[in-house]
């Protein structure tokens, strides 16, 4: 149980363009979904907390209309990388928490490279 | 300064040998969670400890949180290479039972 998935999970894109990430929580609905980044041999980084239905808590030094979240509803939330630079290449990861499921799970990651 | 520190920061071991893994703070920790991610892959949850004192096993690994709750460990029992991977402690610091401050990891590798 408590299986989230992310899609995609590469993407490779030009400078300039916006890229949207999904995570899917398939087996039980997730009241909240955290966004992470990850930079090579360092742990996670919180970026944001999303709560279904509401606005995304940002944490500090992250660019809120950089980084647009969307969690519309119990089993997805979306992460946009508008104009998208290189400096923005990352993995990004999703995670999810619900009823009954206490612990956050995490999505397989996307690996996002911007030429 | 981290607010979670790992150690050791990697770790070579002979298959069949046991390990342990650290994760302390400075802070109370209301919640503490064992994660192993694979190299460029997502994390998979292993256990979580919310009592001081309290100690859980799945497997080979036992995880255990201190009674002052602010150090927990990870052991595992006769590694396999299946065991390789980075083990990483996120913990709730805040007392919000949602936000998770995640150690440095800790890096695995299991010789035959």
């Known amino acids: 149980g408590a299986v989230v998935s992310q899609h995609p999970s590469w993407v490779i894109c030009k400078s300039g363009t916006s890229v949207k990430i999904e995570c899917r929580s398939l087996d039980f609905q997730a009241t909240t979904m955290f966004w992470y980044r990850q930079f090579p041999k360092q742990s996670l980084m919180l970026m944001a907390t999303?709560?279904?239905?509401?606005?995304?808590?940002?944490e500090q030094g992250v660019e809120k209309d950089k980084f647009l979240i969307n969690h519309a509803s119990l089993t997805l939330s979306t992460l946009t990388v508008t104009s998208a630079h290189p400096e923005d290449s990352s993995f990004y990861i999703c995670?999810?928490?619900?009823?009954?499921?206490?612990?956050?799970?995490f999505g397989d990651g996307t690996r996002l490279s911007i030429l | 300064s981290q607010e979670l520190e790992q150690s050791p920061q990697s770790l070579i071991v002979q298959e069949g040998k046991n390990l342990t893994i650290n994760c302390t703070s400075s802070?109370?920790?209301?919640?503490l969670y064992w994660y192993k991610q694979k190299y460029g892959e997502g994390l998979i949850f292993l256990m979580m400890l919310q009592k001081g004192g309290e100690e859980k096993s799945h497997e080979k690994i036992t995880a255990k949180l201190d009674e002052k709750k602010q150090q927990s460990s990870l052991h595992i029992t006769a590694s396999q290479p299946s065991h390789a991977g980075i083990y990483l402690c996120?913990?709730?610091?805040?007392?919000?039972?949602?936000?998770?401050?995640f150690g440095t990891g800790t890096r695995l590798q299991v010789t035959l």
């Open positions: 802070k109370t920790l209301y919640g």
């Open positions: 996120g913990a709730d610091i805040a007392g919000t039972a949602s936000k998770l401050t």
């Open positions: 999303s709560n279904e239905g509401s606005k995304a808590t940002y």
């Open positions: 995670s999810a928490q619900g009823q009954g499921v206490l612990a956050q799970h």
